[in-house]
């Protein structure tokens, strides 16, 4: 079967077992689990005949002996002894529970995983797959999962401009599900020939990441281990905490990431009842430029401090990152002195599954201490006025960011050449020079010249669908922002 066929398959079951309460992601979840210990099964057998650490009396063998309420007993057991194991194993395993109560249809999906040879598929199938189902969990809006799920054009966009090299160091301070890890494995595998070395360094030290959420970390260390990245054995590469909270004094080549949306860094406060509340709260480290709860600032700050002096970045970041003031002109004006912020991408709306997102991806090379500012000339591409994309009937595809690529010239980003001038001002990729930007109002980063036809013609306005999920789109950003001020007010 090819690969969409066994997506809608697996997925197929999940109709079944949302009559039973069970979300997306609690399938997904369970999901995780059985393809592991499937896939174990089939490593510790001829002609791998790999020790996997996962005890006898768990293992999948035991899983397809039982049936009824022994088998709902069993596996919520198993579940809560590989929790306790060492490594990847336990990582995946921690804090699990058995979300399916209905003992015919837990074994339904066991049967169905087992009438497969997941080992025997390519790295590329098995993680198409679970990235197809990860795709399927994100666009159920109600689970929230979407946030943690960055559309995988603009990744694999912004891995080509980065253009990452073998026996390099790339990191994720927020990894969610692995998008970007999963990008930059294929972006080395595909345009390298890999020697031994490189490979060993591309399975086992390139990757370290990030994710303060469990369920989310699980599904990444799932998707890293479908795509050959990582030993089952092996110590986990994705962290579960907060990266925020400290330098961890690891430095890398290249960060990729898209931190978390939401404005405040918050942490969750149980009490003795075991009621939860959200605190806001402030970073208060020695290398940040800026004491702010502002989430977006902090992580800008952070992946400055991980990068090596010869490192590069690519960040998604939300409008208020290029013109907030306060903290926010504070961290402009040292991450273009101390780096070489050369591009911003303007992203158009209509991309993220949380609504009414206005996003941009910022570039930056980090530099050594000097007295002059690294920033010389910042270019921006505007792919956001009249453009517009929706998830499901118009979505953003990778040929939409071709010439954005083509423009950024990863082979040499510093002859580039400008599409907009006096004679053409809709050319979408201009230059701003740092003068230009320094004497702006709080060195505002939030640039754009294209003219909006929307708003100069009246007899050209979009379609009717799009002007009303516009409209949809700014009243949802600006009750969030009453919303922010009522609690700030309350607090």
């Not at 697996?10 to 999901?31: A, I, K, M, T």
């Not at 890398?252 to 942490?267: A, V, W």
């Not at 009303?468 to 969030?480: M, S």
Request: aromatic share 10%; with cysteine.
């Amino acid at each position: 079967m090819n690969t969409a066929t066994i997506v809608n398959k697996v997925w197929s079951y999940c109709n079944v077992l949302r009559d039973d309460g069970v979300s997306y992601g609690d399938y997904l979840e369970q999901l995780t689990y059985l393809l592991f210990l499937k896939m174990a099964d089939e490593y510790s057998r001829p002609p791998y005949n790999r020790e996997i650490g996962i005890p006898e009396e768990y293992n999948w063998e035991s899983l397809k002996t039982k049936r009824g309420g022994e088998l709902e007993s069993h596996y919520s057991m198993l579940l809560r002894e590989l929790g306790k194991q060492k490594g990847m194993l336990g990582q995946i395993f921690v804090k699990s529970q058995n979300k399916i109560q209905d003992p015919a249809k837990l074994y339904k999906i066991i049967d169905m995983i087992d009438n497969e040879q997941w080992v025997m598929m390519g790295s590329d199938v098995k993680g198409d797959i679970y990235e197809g189902l990860l795709e399927k969990n994100a666009e159920d809006t109600k689970s929230g999962a979407g946030q943690y799920f960055t559309p995988r054009v603009l990744i694999k966009a912004m891995v080509d401009c980065i253009n990452p090299e073998p026996l390099k160091s790339i990191s994720d301070p927020a990894c969610g599900t692995g998008g970007f890890f999963l990008a930059a494995y294929d972006h080395l595998v595909e345009d390298y020939k890999l020697d031994k070395e490189q490979k060993d360094y591309l399975k086992h030290k390139t990757f370290t990441g990030n994710e303060i959420v469990p369920n989310t970390r699980r599904l990444c260390l799932m998707n890293m281990f479908l795509h050959n990245i990582g030993e089952m054995t092996g110590e986990s590469m994705i962290s579960p905490n907060d990266s925020l909270l400290a330098d961890s004094g690891q430095r890398f080549d290249y960060i990729l990431t898209n931190p978390p949306f939401g404005k405040k860094s918050s942490m969750t406060i149980t009490n003795e009842e075991g009621e939860q509340a959200k605190e806001e709260m402030s970073y208060n480290r020695q290398d940040f430029w800026a004491t702010t709860s502002n989430k977006q600032l902090n992580f800008v700050q952070h992946i400055r401090t991980m990068l090596k002096t010869s490192g590069k970045a690519a960040v998604v970041v939300p409008d208020n990152v290029l013109f907030e003031g306060g903290a926010g002109e504070t961290v402009r004006k040292k991450i273009m002195q101390n780096t070489d912020l050369h591009t911003i991408l303007r992203l158009p709306t209509g991309l993220f599954y949380a609504q009414g997102v206005k996003a941009n991806v910022i570039f930056f090379d980090n530099k050594p201490a000097s007295k002059e500012s690294w920033t010389k000339d910042v270019w921006i591409y505007d792919l956001r006025t009249n453009k517009h994309f929706t998830l499901k009937t118009s979505p953003l595809r990778y040929d939409d960011l071709k010439n954005f690529i083509k423009c950024y010239n990863p082979e040499n980003r510093h002859q580039r050449t400008e599409t907009w001038s006096e004679d053409n001002p809709d050319g979408r990729w201009r230059k701003y020079t740092y003068k230009e930007i320094h004497t702006r109002d709080k060195t505002s980063l939030d640039i754009f010249w294209v003219k909006d036809d929307s708003l100069a013609d009246l007899d050209n306005l979009p379609d009717p669908d799009i002007l009303a999920k516009e409209i949809v789109e700014n009243l949802e950003e600006g009750l969030e922002s009453f919303r922010k001020m009522m609690k700030n007010t309350n607090e």
